[in-house]
């Protein structure tokens, strides 16, 4: 049985999803990061990092969406979450760490701006950048990223459900995600995915 440790609007999102798609016996932990329990001695006894999320297999635990959601396709071929063919493996992964790398990082900006920085008036410039930085992201993954219907063309895959996530938080970085169609058609299909609507019922 695979553990997967969430918490709920965060992007473990994207690996919870990726799970139900992929029909694995799994259940969830929800983090209250309200009491830090992410930097419980328990918690950091699974994932030395303290964030989510954390996925605990028999072989071990796997932090990191890109590494979870690579794992989850591999894990479970006949899913067929990601492409065999090593180029175009290789190309989801670098949609996934781009997404990973650079896209919520930007979106870090307006929560953390301490891991950066430890004068407020810097938090607070790191902020007001975090749209403008959102909306420049998303206008290279609308452009040059999301092949339509899915982000890969005609197949779903791992970077579906990462996309999902992060598309998710735009609203609330300030940026209005009807400048984007293409990804505003791609968040009205997946909900309406079996999976996804299981996950995100079961959130609420």
């Not at 810097?122 to 902020?127: F, G, I, L, P, S």
């Not at 609330?172 to 909900?191: E, I, L, N, T, W």
């Amino acid at each position: 049985m695979l553990i997967l440790y969430t918490r709920t609007g965060s992007c473990s999102l994207a690996s919870h999803i990726a799970l139900e798609e992929a029909g694995a016996a799994y259940e969830t932990r929800e983090m209250d990061f309200s009491v830090q329990q992410q930097r419980s001695p328990e918690y950091l006894a699974l994932n030395p990092k303290g964030r989510i999320p954390a996925l605990v297999t028999d072989r071990g635990v796997l932090s990191e969406n890109l590494a979870i959601l690579a794992y989850i396709a591999q894990a479970f071929p006949q899913a067929r979450l990601a492409p065999t063919d090593p180029f175009e493996f290789g190309r989801a992964q670098a949609i996934n760490a781009y997404l990973s790398s650079t896209v919520h990082v930007a979106h870090a900006h307006r929560h953390r701006g301490y891991r950066w920085a430890d004068d407020p008036a810097a938090h607070e410039a790191m902020r007001a950048k975090v749209a403008s930085n959102m909306a420049e992201c998303f206008t290279l993954i609308e452009t040059e990223m999301l092949e339509g219907p899915w982000v890969l063309g005609e197949a779903y895959s791992i970077c579906d459900p990462y996309l999902f996530t992060i598309a998710g938080w735009l609203e609330g970085d300030g940026v209005d995600p009807a400048q984007f169609p293409k990804v505003s058609a791609h968040m009205a299909r997946m909900v309406e995915r079996p999976a996804v609507r299981k996950v995100l019922a079961a959130l609420t």
